[in-house]
């Protein structure tokens, strides 16, 4: 392996983690936004944006117990692994095996990203849910008011 080709894996996987990074911000922002027009959007709106959150968030919890599955499956490996094998690869320039540990710790930061995004789909979810039945309360509240 050259040089070159280990600054390019690096690269793309740092590009695939910014491109997640960025997805996940983009859909705290949608949150937010929804956050703040909701004084100035209808219930009806607010129903429909919290059903399209739901079936996200029902579509994400497959890749999210992957995920986990994933994360689970590398931290025992990572338990296992002990540092002195990891420094007597580097001593001995044993590329295969560094390679392969380079391999796995981007496929668990792949994995955690996938449960961040999971979890943040869900909690986007549980906020329209929240600003929905604030609105439920809110507009039987004004009903008894004015029975």
């Given amino acids: 392996m050259t040089t070159t080709t280990s600054s390019n894996d690096t690269k793309t996987f740092t590009e695939r983690m910014r491109e997640q990074l ?13 956050i703040e027009t909701t004084g100035s959007q209808a219930t009806a ?3 429909a944006k919290r059903e399209v959150a ?3 968030m029902e579509a994400r919890r497959q890749h999210m117990e992957s995920a986990n599955a994933k994360m689970k499956t590398r931290l025992d490996a990572k338990k296992a ?20 540990q380079a391999q796995g710790a981007e496929e668990y930061a792949t994995a955690t990203m996938m449960f961040a995004w999971g979890a943040v789909e ?17 507009q039987a509240k004004a009903h008894a008011a004015v029975a």
């Fill in 54 to 56: 739901q079936a996200g």
């Fill in 22 to 34: 960025t997805s996940v911000s983009a859909s705290v922002d949608g949150t937010l936004a929804n």
């Fill in 122 to 138: 869900e909690a986007n979810a549980a906020i329209l849910d929240a600003v929905v039945a604030r609105a439920d309360a809110e």
């Fill in 81 to 100: 692994a002990f540092d002195t094998k990891i420094a007597d690869w580097k001593a001995k320039l044993d590329i295969d095996r560094l390679e392969d």
């Fill in 45 to 47: 709106d607010l129903r």
